[in-house]
């Protein structure tokens, strides 16, 4: 018998008995037909492709409880279906999230942005910080923005556990000086 002639519920059949070569049959037949079907929903070859991809591990890992063999394609096409419709759903929640920040950005009662007076702030606070000294810097960046511990900041500066805290302390209080100086607090 002609590859083209075995029936897809064959193909099943044999690859839930254990022969691998059934399953390559069915992906030979239907991996193209399936990237077309994503292409149809998400316009891009390679996002396609690997919806198909993703699709073909869900039917590898559930093709053995396909109780009718008969229905392979309509099951099959129905996984492409939605993993092709999860994506656009995901795209489209990104897709809001973005235009609820450029849309709804937040003012206060006066009518000024609130992002315009936060960067404002944060680069204030830069400036303030870029006129300590390098290793309060250093300190500083380490505890704040990359969440280090001071246990860990003395051993990445191969100082001691107290060395950092202390700097740590100083930087915090110059910060505040230079802040009250500028007239940046509130």
């Given amino acids: 018998m002609k590859k083209s002639e075995i029936k897809d519920s064959d193909l099943v059949v044999a690859f839930q008995q254990g022969d691998k070569n059934a399953l390559a049959m069915l992906v030979k037949r239907w991996h193209i037909h399936f990237c077309k079907f994503a292409f149809w929903y998400c316009k891009d070859v390679d996002l396609a492709k690997d919806i198909a991809q993703e699709s073909w591990t869900t039917i590898i890992n559930k093709i053995d409880v396909l109780d009718n063999p008969e229905k392979f394609k309509s099951w099959a096409i129905s996984i492409v279906n939605r993993k092709s419709i999860d994506y656009l759903r995901t795209q489209q929640r990104e897709l809001n999230k973005l235009k609820r920040f450029y849309v709804e950005k937040p003012v206060d009662s006066e009518g000024n942005t609130l992002i315009n007076e936060q ?33 860990e900041i003395g051993k990445l500066l191969n100082i001691s556990l107290g060395t950092a805290k202390s700097r740590l302390f100083h930087a915090r209080e110059k910060l505040k000086l230079i802040l009250k100086d500028k007239n940046y607090e509130n």
């Avoid at 910080?129 to 511990?149: C, D, G, W």
């Fill in 119 to 151: 960067e404002n702030v944060n680069k204030k606070l830069l400036k303030s910080i870029a006129q300590l000294p390098m290793n309060q810097q250093v300190v500083l960046k380490l505890f704040y923005t990359e969440n280090y511990t001071l246990k």
